[in-house]
Nanobody
């Protein structure tokens, strides 16, 4: 079982940047992609973006394209979410997850709060 731990969240002002990390442990050889989701209060969980683990191809939701960047460090089994030009609408609990080849999200981190003040 892959274990995921997010870090790097906090309170920032609009326009600021923040970088989240998600460290994976366990059978990481089975990872097809690492993805980020977020859930704002009163809203459903929303896909943010992901990265294909072996080849590094990234993909993003329209709402964050151009502002957020996902990268990974294979040696450290860590995926990063660099968030620039943050907006109050980005306030949410951010989760990382492992995506399987079949498109299932098998493992989740505990989530980390990001709050953007106006």
């Amino acid at each position: 079982q892959v274990h995921l731990v997010e870090s790097g969240g906090g309170l920032v002002q609009a326009g600021d940047s923040l970088r989240l990390s998600c460290a994976a442990s366990g059978p990481t050889f089975s990872i097809y992609a690492m993805v980020w989701f977020r859930q704002a209060p009163g809203k459903e969980r929303e896909f943010v973006g992901g990265i294909r683990w072996s080849v590094g191809i990234t993909y993003y939701a329209d709402s964050v394209t151009g502002r957020f960047t996902i990268s990974r460090d294979i040696a450290e089994n860590t995926v990063y979410l660099e968030m620039d030009s943050l907006e109050p609408e980005d306030t949410a609990v951010y989760y990382c997850s492992v995506e399987s080849v079949g498109g299932h999200y098998d493992y989740w981190g505990q989530g980390i709060q990001v709050t953007v003040s106006s």
